[in-house]
């Protein structure tokens, strides 16, 4: 049985991509991966920007124009994860909001677990975010992590 030329290419080039390759620029340096969830907006002078996640570690860069927000996720997936941004009187409040876990916590395992909270049940989630926050210099930053593993 012969397999025809194109399922051959496909096949050469799915064997020659390397997920390592994904993350190199042209010079060969290692270049960040591209975020998985975005947001940017206004936030005034003398407010905050406050974010809280679970497990991330959290970069702040100073720049002009709209504050932006980017998130990827270093272990696990983001499909699990929903984002709250909430604009408040003091700023903007972006909070990580997680699945609210199965319903029957009667197996054994689970038996000394607490119930699912208004961000959801966290401790079943395995993921761990990377997150860049680009700001004014004149908006304050406000970091709430749990843990940055």
């Known amino acids: 049985m012969s397999i025809p030329n ?3 290419s496909v096949a050469a080039a799915a064997i020659a991509f390397s997920p390592a ?3 190199l ?13 975005q947001w940017s907006g206004k936030v005034a ?3 905050r920007f406050k974010l809280n996640l679970v497990r991330a570690s959290v970069r702040v860069v100073r720049r002009t124009g709209p504050a932006r ?4 996720a270093t272990h696990g997936s983001l499909s699990s994860v929903a984002f ?11 909070t990580d909001i997680y699945h609210p876990g199965p319903p029957d ?4 395992w689970r038996s000394c677990l607490p119930p699912s909270g208004p961000r959801g049940a966290f401790w079943l989630s395995d993921v761990r975010m ?3 926050l680009y700001l004014p210099q004149s908006v304050v930053p406000v970091i709430d992590v749990m843990s940055e593993r």
């Open 21 to 23: 390759q994904a993350l």
């Open 130 to 132: 990377s997150a860049t």
């Open 105 to 108: 916590y009667r197996l054994p």
């Open 6 to 8: 194109a399922l051959l």
């Open 84 to 94: 709250e941004v909430e604009e408040t009187p003091q700023g903007i409040e972006v």
């Open 69 to 72: 927000l980017e998130i990827s």
């Open 45 to 47: 002078a003398g407010q």
């Open 25 to 37: 620029d042209p010079a060969g340096k290692e270049a960040a991966p591209s975020p998985e969830w």
